[in-house]
């Protein structure tokens, strides 16, 4: 079963997963058409019967801006880090439940550190509290990878499942390469 359904900006550019109510309600306001649909499952209403979208194109097109697309959040940055911990290597699977995943600040906040992508990293509880608010030189301890600020389109579709023909739209607009290590995430993701 589809869960939800793929919109697309004007230009075709993937922009996010909305609820199948919502992307019926774009489609019948005139504000979205369906550009690929379920054809074996129709929804129907009183006076209208609709394939069931699974990607819809809005037809004026929405400026999003990359700043905020590229937003430090714990979900992100769990996924950028592929839910491992930076500093011992053990996934979200590996913790115990009061050991789990936090965000770590290479240069703590309370040292003059900013909270962005090239200062945080996912640790396990117990690696955050042995830190501390101390630099990574004093204490030895360094990430297992350098923190990067990954593209937004990792970041947009690391916690989304596609279908197939949702898939083609990444790969379509960004890349296969893109669409693969989205892929990659996914996996990962469900295993955790």
């Known amino acids: 079963m589809i869960a939800g359904c793929l919109a697309l900006n004007a230009s075709f550019e993937p922009l996010t997963m909305v609820p199948m109510r919502r992307a019926l309600r774009l489609v019948i306001d ?36 990359r700043r905020f697309r590229r937003q430090v959040t714990n979900t992100f940055l769990f996924a950028r880090d592929r839910y491992r911990c930076q500093y011992c290597g053990r996934s979200t699977a590996d ?33 955050n509290t042995r830190k501390a608010n101390r630099l990574p030189e004093e204490i030895g301890m360094h990430p297992i990878v350098s923190p990067v600020e990954p593209h937004f389109v990792h970041l947009s579709w690391a916690v989304r499942r ?30 955790a």
């Open 30 to 65: 005139g504000k979205a058409e369906i550009v690929e649909s379920d054809a074996e499952r129709v929804v129907r209403s009183e006076r209208l019967a609709l394939p069931r979208p699974v990607v819809i194109r809005l037809t004026r097109f929405v400026h999003v801006p």
């Open 162 to 191: 596609l279908t197939p023909k949702q898939a083609r739209y990444i790969r379509l607009f960004y890349g296969e390469e893109t669409l693969h290590q989205l892929q990659e995430l996914e996996h990962r993701t469900g295993a």
């Open 95 to 127: 913790l115990k439940p009061r050991e789990a995943l936090t965000r770590d600040h290479l240069i703590p906040l309370s040292r003059g550190g900013t909270n962005d992508w090239s200062n945080v990293v996912t640790a396990c509880g117990p690696c």
